[in-house]
């Protein structure tokens, strides 16, 4: 499935997000199921299952790091997680110190350290961002695998912030 | 009353909203465009959920029930959505309380069950069916002839909750058009009546739920961005901490009071806190003990964890919008517990803005049911309104480690679906055990486990060689399915994920013949009535299509179309349901290639109008006009 062309937009990695939704909006318009209530069964089936491919394309194209998984496929690279080139010693080890400080300001209930590392992370990923933004307007592929890579480690650490956080609040 | 009276073709059956709510529930519809609440006999529209059981076998429901809890506390079942869904050993159900529980024995499901009166036995499912048959009546004594429900339920709800959710309505007889979530019901009520375009946020504090939704209102559609919220907070917490205080300062220790006092606390305490919206300071007065002094100041305080766990949501569900909370257009105030002023406070200090509170916050989620009931059934205004909603919590499956491999995340639009494929660990592996999780950990023992089923009859194959293919699907209700599948061989399964909580489609089925007069006469005569309605909306459907698209259809077609029209039209004046079923398929075959070629027109017809828009901002562009672009 090319999830742009089903939403009808731009295969690209800085898309105009208003457009995008604009795009979801309307053609939930057509096809959501509470717009097929009354109608035939198949129709229904028939409705349902272009609104899910819909959802399931919008849910890639609005993400960073699946729009850039689409990106990739489409120009022929091997993106899904573990079939990738294993990524860079030295960035693994700096990842694996960072969760340390992350546990250990988690064992402290130390909410402020936590931020502070959640706040570094936020920019490096907005780094990555940019530079993905620079690399595919170029017509790169395979030097970006690696870029994607990043992009998934940062978002599991704030993933694990954000549930830290709810832990010390509780 | 017997159900066959309940069809009858003249009267227009009329669809209803229905707020289940924790402390008080209520129904509404739609009048002259306009959502209103029905009010019982007294003149009251809310109905407090509370449910007594009799010895004789009475049931009594709501103010009534009410009135009976001193005398029968163990017997009165307060807020049992509470119990909806859960475990008979989740801690959530032995919080304070006055109920006499039965263990699940090994082996039996794990379902919570009450003893009250005369021994009898009840789940949460079967209590909430009273208070929907209740309501039921309610509407009906007032509107006749009841076409089907929107039944609101919090964001935050698993699977297991909605489901147990659903199961009540069936048992009380009534059709579900749609499960919505509260928020956005609250959403729907405020956007029809202001018209207003923007990003708002749902601070939905209720009984006993908390949920906080993100949504983007515009042309009409209402998008949930993202929605969070702690399925077992609220304002019941609020009187259990002053309850606390008041045991404390009356000299008791909290762990060994009697029902019968435990229920004069708590009672006594949410009166307080009603009092302390108005007043500085009140004083509590459990019968036959001194008073205790409670000022606003106190209670602000013992309230204010409370208040914190709900700011974490909120900036939760701010951040999985993308937005800050300058970036809102306003916050709507959902819920009795908002009339609180700690809250609406804390909700300012929050979000840096005054809440709106213009439609009364007990009301809000059943006029927005109403509306989308009335949507939903046609009546309304189909073509301008539609729902965009989300799943609140991340589904995924068990790996290796404990881990959990995310599937679906939370905040995904549905309805939807995700595939993700495994292989096998071990060579010569013919099972592979599928473990159902919803959360946001990673850890398995930190989520939820929603079903564990294995695919069995893989054949003998090198580890690493099986592949595993795991299809999840979420329907417009939120409820999911799972489908496993072994690609090299197509062995296949499907599962409904369900019986987590200990009721499976049998014993809903059972519950339900127990529960009408005349068991299965009427259940025969209940399903002719829904295969009558079913067969009304498909054959309006059907004309509406071939009137709108005539030009697509193919030589033949349209003969082939009315006749299986007609035909369908004769069985319905039948008494056979099976027949009606059977037209139902064979007009739906004849339609099969035409409605397909419609839905494309709609496709077609959605990015083409798109593209002509996009056209026309190029040239505002172009004309210099400046484009506000999202981040």
Known sequence: ?170 | MTLFEIFDPKAAPRPIGIDLGTTNSLVAYVSNERPVAIADCDLEVLVPSVVTYLDRGDVVVGRRAQLLAPEHPRDTIVSVKRFMGRGADDPETRRLGPYEFIDAQPGEPNTVRFRVDGGKVVTPVEVSAEILRALRQQAEDELHHVGGAVITVPAYFDDAQRQATKDAARLAGLEVLRLLNEPTAAALAYGLEKKQNGTFVVYDLGGGTFDVTVLVLDDGVFQVRATGGDSALGGDDMDRAIAYELLADLGFDAKRQTPRLVRLVLDEARKAKHALTTQEQVEAVVPGHRSVTVTRARFDTVVRHLLERTGTACRRALRDAGLRPEELDGVILVGGATRVPAVRAYVQELFGKPPLADIDPDQVVALGAAVQADLLAGEGRTDEVLLLDVIPLSLGIEVGGGVVDKILPRNSTIPCSAKATYTTQEDRQTGFEVHVLQGEREMVADNRSLARFTLKGIPPMPAGMARLEITFQVDADGLLAVHAKELTTGLEQTVSVKPSYGLDDGTVERMLLDALDHGEADLVRRRLAESRVEAGRILLATRKGLEADADLLEAGERAAIEQACVDLDASVHGEDPARIQARIDALDAATKAFAGRRMNRAIARAIEGRRVEMVEKTVEHAKGVEEAHAR
């Open chain 1, 1 to 170: 499935m090319n999830p742009f062309a089903t939403l009808g937009v731009p295969a690209r990695f800085d898309l105009d997000l208003r457009a995008l939704e604009k795009a979801h909006r309307e053609l939930s318009r057509a096809l959501h199921p509470d717009r097929h209530l009354g109608a035939s069964p198949s129709e229904r089936r028939d409705a349902l299952s272009r609104a899910v491919e819909v959802n399931e394309a919008w849910r890639i194209v609005r993400d960073p790091i699946r729009r850039a998984e689409a990106l990739l496929a489409l120009r022929g690279a091997r993106v899904s997680e573990g079939a990738e080139p294993k990524a860079d010693p030295e960035f693994l080890m700096e990842m694996l110190e960072l969760r340390e400080a992350l546990a250990e300001a988690r064992q402290g209930r130390d909410l402020g350290a936590v931020r502070t590392l959640a706040r570094g992370i936020e920019e490096r990923s907005n780094r990555v961002l940019g530079e993905l933004t620079a690399g595919f307007a170029g017509g790169e592929a395979a030097s970006l695998v690696a870029k994607v890579g990043e992009l998934r480690f940062y978002r599991r650490f704030l993933d694990e912030v954000s549930a830290i956080e709810e832990e010390l609040a509780a």
